[in-house]
């Protein structure tokens, strides 16, 4: 059985819109995965402290290992969380879906919107992290991807299609986290 966490967007409608991305990534795992899907805070300004309790409340309900997929600015939560909270579950691997790199360009700086100095480093030990990105992304630009490619030692880079929902079609995200899982269930033997 693979536990799966999916954080979604920002924005009014984000949590409806981003169900769908569920949906579509459900169609690629198996009967025995399941998916937690929190409703994160609907709150604008640089004020992130309750999506990091949810994210918090969401990791500590899981049972491990736990695959961690994260959407827009649920990727950008979820790997300031992780890079900035203590993690008791074993978080098998985030998979970041068309994340804004704060500082990315001017449409993505703004107070609040930040990561700790080299928190590419501060991530969990040895947890794999992969990148999606669309170059049709409309919303979040594609070189933010390379962005965090460039500050995540290691990370997996993936070129996507379907825009910034990657027209709900997460097979690649599907096929990295069962790759991983086999790859793991493998090791532990």
Same mark, same amino acid.
């Given at each position: 059985?693979?536990?799966?966490?999916? !954080?979604?967007?920002?924005?009014?409608?984000?949590?409806? =819109?981003?169900?769908?991305?569920?949906?579509? %990534?459900?169609?690629?795992?198996?009967?025995?995965?399941?998916?937690?899907?929190?409703?994160?805070? =609907?709150?604008?300004?640089?004020?992130?402290? /309750?999506? #990091?309790?949810?994210?918090?409340?969401? %990791?500590?309900?899981?049972?491990?290992?736990?695959?961690?997929?994260? #959407?827009?600015?649920?990727?950008?939560?979820?790997?300031?969380? %992780?890079?900035?909270?203590?993690?008791?579950?074993?978080?098998?691997?985030?998979?970041?879906?068309? /994340?804004?790199?704060?500082?990315?360009?001017?449409?993505?700086?703004?107070?609040?919107? =930040?990561?700790?100095?080299?928190?590419?480093?501060? !991530?969990?030990?040895?947890?794999?992290?992969?990148?999606?990105?669309?170059?049709?992304?409309?919303?979040?630009?594609?070189?933010? $991807?390379? !962005?965090?490619? /460039?500050?995540?030692?290691?990370?997996?880079?993936?070129?996507?299609?379907?825009? #910034?929902? %990657?027209?709900?079609?997460?097979?690649?995200?599907?096929?990295?986290?069962?790759? !991983?899982?086999?790859? $793991?269930? $493998?090791?532990? $033997?």
């Amino acid at each position: 059985m693979t536990t799966i966490i999916f !954080l979604h967007g920002a924005g009014a409608g984000a949590y409806d =819109e981003d169900a769908r991305m569920v949906a579509g %990534l459900a169609r690629h795992l198996g009967d025995d995965d399941t998916i937690d899907y929190p409703r994160l805070p =609907e709150e604008d300004g640089g004020d992130d402290q /309750a999506w #990091h309790r949810v994210i918090g409340h969401a %990791l500590e309900r899981a049972h491990a290992p736990v695959y961690l997929v994260a #959407h827009s600015a649920g990727g950008y939560v979820a790997v300031k969380h %992780l890079a900035t909270h203590p993690v008791a579950v074993d978080v098998a691997g985030l998979f970041l879906i068309a /994340a804004p790199f704060p500082g990315g360009d001017p449409d993505w700086t703004f107070p609040g919107f =930040e990561l700790p100095e080299g928190f590419g480093r501060a !991530l969990p030990a040895g947890m794999p992290v992969y990148l999606y990105a669309a170059e049709d992304d409309e919303v979040v630009p594609f070189a933010h $991807r390379d !962005l965090y490619a /460039a500050a995540i030692p290691g990370a997996v880079v993936r070129t996507v299609t379907g825009g #910034h929902q %990657l027209g709900d079609d997460l097979a690649a995200v599907a096929a990295d986290i069962r790759a !991983l899982a086999e790859s $793991r269930s $493998r090791l532990a $033997r």
